[in-house]
């Protein structure tokens, strides 16, 4: 079974432009999750999918940020217009539905590390 | 606000020694605990967890963690370390099932030969 999978694993992109990350989740994971790194802080919870619904975007710092997840399968966070801040590793989660008893086991991609130049 | 404390950013031992990472979460409310490790270069990986069964979980590669309700920790340890279990740990808490994980800070571990 494959694992959550992020794309790209590194982006480098000037401050003012638009960057999109895509998470795959583990297939058949109804809750999908979005975290965030900042160098040196910790893990910080952006947002969370319940199949295509936005479950809590309580995390999301601002309206630069845009969570999709179409159709309920993959995720995409665009981030536009880049600030210097947004810089950090970007994780993805996925776990079962809330019926499968496992909901709360996260199983977590590699993350996606961006810099704002 | 809930939150998540571990104690030390930075812990180092030799190998074959004792390793304790401390955790402390900031609730009455037993939440479900995690111990997630990541190393170099890799994802986060799940190592332990505990939802209010058994008080002493056993994780993967020979680490466990015991929850003290009354200290409102979450320990982990591992008593023997070796070379390949340098890499950053971190504690994390879950108030319902299938929300959002809270954090704590991370500590880094490594390992002397």
């Known amino acids: 079974e494959a694992g959550v999978t992020q794309f790209p694993s590194h982006s480098v992109i000037e401050k003012g432009q638009t960057v999109t990350l895509r998470c795959d989740p583990i297939?058949?994971?109804?809750?999908l999750y979005w975290y965030r790194r900042v160098m040196g802080k910790e893990i910080k919870f952006l947002l969370h999918?319940?199949?295509?619904?936005?479950?809590?975007e309580s995390g999301m710092p601002n309206n630069r940020f845009l969570a999709e997840r179409t159709g309920g399968t993959y995720s995409t966070l665009k981030v536009q217009p880049a600030e210097l801040e947004d810089s950090g590793v970007y994780f993805c989660?996925?776990?079962?539905?809330?019926?499968?008893?496992?909901?709360?086991?996260?199983?977590f991609g590699p993350g996606t590390r961006l810099t704002v130049t | 606000a809930q939150s998540v404390t571990q104690l030390g950013s930075h812990v180092s031992v030799s190998e074959g020694a004792l390793v304790l990472l401390r955790c402390n979460y900031s609730s009455s409310v037993p939440p479900y605990l995690f111990w997630y490790v990541q190393y170099p270069n890799q994802g986060l990986q799940l190592l332990l967890k505990?939802?209010?069964?058994?008080?002493l979980v056993k994780g993967i590669n020979g680490f466990e963690a015991e929850f003290k309700k009354s200290e409102t920790s979450f320990h982990l340890t591992k008593p023997s370390a070796h070379m390949s279990d340098a890499a950053e740990y971190f504690c994390a808490v879950n108030y319902n099932q299938g929300g959002k994980l809270i954090f704590g800070q991370g500590t880094e571990l490594s390992v002397k030969p």
């Open positions: 999918f319940v199949k295509e619904s936005k479950q809590d």
């Open positions: 989660a996925s776990s079962q539905g809330r019926t499968s008893g496992r909901a709360y086991e996260q199983y």
């Open positions: 505990y939802t209010s069964a058994a008080t």
């Open positions: 297939s058949g994971h109804d809750n």
